[in-house]
């Protein structure tokens, strides 16, 4: 690879033994994907800082590095695997805690902000179009690239935090215009109201597209900041998609032929296609937990919530997964009371596909509004899950079921 000076003397040791293991880590991962020089990035937003994903190595990893190294672009900190703040309450493990709090404090000692969210984009990690990134977290990278049209490829915990600590990442994949187009086209026949339905579009894009780069044509009404939030989820994890386009509403498609051209033969998803996914996550009976917020919610989800379950008694366990920031926003409008005034538990900083476990509680069954959360629970959790909208989600925590 061609470096510049300054990254030679990275390479070199000049900047110490921490900066060096991260650009040799960099180089190595560009000369597998055949890069022939490095990009300077905005700022870095970390995945890999759960203690369930890090273990023991991560953690000690993290604290080595700490130790004579600082990082030269900002960097935000995705969901950890504890509430840190209301962890004895909620009843997160109390080892694991200990060890996530020393992970956690490890990256912030150098220079990292401890947003503790996978919507990194509504906590103050913003970039602009064009910029170049280094991003984690599956569904934060589908929103950085495709709604915001900013640049980064899918980065795991160690390659994530060796662009913090250089300030570069190797230009290859996603960074260069030729791997941004099309590679499938889905040309959507029914109208798309709710997040579940963003969801349910997601899913069966992701399971169409796997890695590629879908292409989705049809919506009429420009999404709302919730639903793209949802598509992406949905998108990221029933495939491994980390860009799409929708065309004439996301940055980069204000055509079809903009992004894909005219010679790709359409899938099409209509209400046979939308039915055949929900019927793989549908259940009758009893539901004893409820999800909403993988990804986080916004303060305008949180609000709709509130008012949903305002004066109401739930039946059935509620989470709802936010960052701190938006959290205290929430208490400050009453909403947070409304919730918890129901029954309902607000759960900071982590969520449940990353947090440790709490299957001490018993749930078998969980109804969500995220294909995301939908995906890993029967495989992470053994949870039996249903995907509804929202209001159905409240409705069926009020009455402990659904569908009888």
Known sequence: MRLTAEEQKMLDGAYGETVKRSMKVLVALGEIYGADHMIEIKNVHSPGVSYRVAGNAGLGYVEDASKDATFRVPLTLNTIGIDAQDWEKIGFPEEFARKQLELSEAYERMGAIPTNSCTPYLNGNLPMFGEHVAWGESSAVAFVNSVIGARTNREGGPTALAAAITGRVPAYGYHLDENRKGTHLIRVEMELKTDKDFAVLGYFGGKLAGKDVPVIEGITRRPTLENFKALGAALASAGAVALYHVVGFTPEAPTRQAVIGDDVEPVIFDQAAYDKVCAKFSLKGNVDFVVLGCPHVSIVE???????????????????????????????????????????????????????????????????????????????????????????????AIDGKWGE
């Open 302 to 396: 949180f609000e709709e919530i509130a008012n949903l379950v305002r004066g109401k008694k739930l039946k059935s366990a509620l989470w709802v997964c936010t960052s701190r920031m938006v959290r205290d926003l929430a208490d400050r409008m009453g909403f947070v009371k409304d919730i918890e005034d129901a029954g309902g538990e607000i759960v900071c900083d982590t969520c449940p596909v990353l947090c440790a476990t709490l299957t001490q509680r018993g749930y078998k069954t969980v109804a969500t509004n995220s294909g995301k959360m939908a995906h890993y629970a029967p495989g992470l959790w053994k949870l039996q899950p249903v995907l509804l909208n929202t209001w159905e989600c409240i409705q069926t």
